[in-house]
């Protein structure tokens, strides 16, 4: 609604690096406005509440500003999708800092919402994927999400991946990867992954197969970018016996407290 004067004059102004970028694919659609250091959030909402449109809502903690604009659309990834061009016009941008996709919401629309963000935005730096109901099988949309948007630092992942033989590829180089469900993930897919932080939520491999995998990553035959590597397993004692029962290794002593940059 502004006028070509403004909308050049605030193209030519240089704040954007002080703006983060969400746009979240959830009920409602929300693009979220970050300002410096997260002091003030802008939310902006599609919904099919009439009586919710123009309203809005502002809460203040701690210093920090959240506001809450709501847009009532019949069609809104319609409308989400041209809210999105505008923002990333507006703020010169080229990439977005995080994208949330809830993938059992909007099945029907995956595909083209996937396809309108690889058309639109060159790359993500983070990503949050998760569904509503366990049971829902979103195999197929994540991997082809995971095909057809670039990623480039962290994914965090809560999603219940039915196939143990998951055809998804996760991106490489990443700084971190958190698969919260991860019980499906076998020792061949283990090895595709690439990124400096893994943490496991769970996992379908063998204590041979952990055995192997430490073997390979202290030779460097394998995850030469690996720092952190968090894993799920019942007790210490028994990864121990189990697992490094050939390996070289410190055990550290509890009772001392140490410092450890993470």
């Known amino acids: ?24 694919v959830q009920k409602p659609l929300e693009i979220k406005i970050h300002g410096t250091n997260n002091l003030v959030s802008s939310h902006y909402l599609m919904t099919s509440d009439k009586q919710k449109d123009g309203k809005t809502l502002e809460d203040e903690c701690d210093g920090f500003i959240t506001r809450m604009v709501f847009k009532y659309s019949k069609d809104p990834v319609d409308e989400w999708k041209q809210l999105c ?3 990333l016009e507006i703020f010169n941008k080229q ?12 099945v029907d629309q995956n595909v083209s919402i ?3 963000l690889k058309a639109n935005v060159k790359s993500v730096n ?3 994927l998760f569904q509503l109901g366990e049971n829902n099988n979103v195999d197929e949309h994540a991997k082809y999400l995971l095909e057809n948007i670039k990623i480039t ?8 991946i039915k196939n143990g033989d998951f055809a998804g590829k996760f ?6 990867l958190y698969l919260l469900h991860s019980e499906w993930m076998g020792y061949e897919k283990l090895l595709e992954i690439d990124s400096v932080q893994v943490i496991l939520g769970g996992n379908g491999i063998s204590n041979m197969g952990w055995n192997s995998f430490i073997k390979k990553w202290i030779a460097m035959e394998t995850h030469l970018n690996l720092e952190l590597l968090d894993i799920d397993f019942k007790s210490l004692e028994q990864f121990r016996a189990l697992v490094l029962y050939d390996i070289p290794h410190d055990v550290v002593d509890g009772s001392v407290k140490r410092v450890l940059k993470t």
Do not use: G, Q
């Open 95 to 106: 990439t977005i800092d995080v994208l949330t996709v809830c993938m059992d919401v909007f």
């Open 85 to 87: 061009k505008y923002v």
């Open 153 to 160: 630092n962290k994914v965090i992942s809560w999603l219940h």
């Open 114 to 116: 996937i396809d309108f």
């Open 126 to 128: 983070e990503c949050n």
């Open 171 to 176: 991106p490489k180089n990443l700084k971190e």
């Open 1 to 24: 609604m502004i006028s070509k004067r403004a909308k050049t004059i605030t193209k030519k102004k240089t704040f954007y690096l002080e703006y983060a970028i969400h746009f979240c």
